[in-house]
């Protein structure tokens, strides 16, 4: 079965730097679509970036230019660096995969199958 780990989450003050990892256990080959999504209080699900297995990147206009996906494919790991962070930015962040292949991309969270357990991430003004 598998699992999505998540760690890193926290409590940062306005202007500051964290950085997610999200670890996939229990699969012999990457998934076809990996991302990060994140949900306030009160508010949808929504994506903050999304990378396919043929390495393209998709982020949400909200993070362009403060948010950077990376992956470490020995690991099964993917990261999100974090910086420039706002008090907008808090949320539960969410890691997701999928393993179906499709045409074009994904970017709904109703188009992923696989989720971690979410972290929180609390950025103070």
């Known amino acids: 079965q598998v699992q999505l780990a998540e760690s890193g989450g926290g409590s940062v003050q306005a202007g500051g730097s964290l950085r997610l990892s999200c670890a996939v256990f229990?699969?012999?080959?990457?998934?076809?679509?990996m991302g990060w999504f994140r949900q306030a209080p009160g508010k949808e699900r929504e994506a903050v970036v999304i990378i396919s297995n043929g390495g393209r990147l998709m982020y949400a206009d909200s993070v362009k230019g403060r948010f950077t996906l990376s992956e470490d494919n020995a690991k099964n790991t993917l990261y999100l660096q974090m910086n420039s962070l706002k008090p907008e930015d808090t949320a539960m962040y969410y890691c997701?995969?999928?393993?179906?292949?499709?045409?074009?991309?994904?970017?709904?969270?109703?188009?992923?199958?696989?989720w971690g357990q979410g972290t929180q991430v609390t950025v103070s003004s």
């Open positions: 997701a995969a999928d393993f179906r292949p499709a045409i074009g991309t994904r970017w709904l969270p109703t188009e992923f199958a696989i």
């Open positions: 229990g699969h012999s080959y990457s998934p076809y679509y």
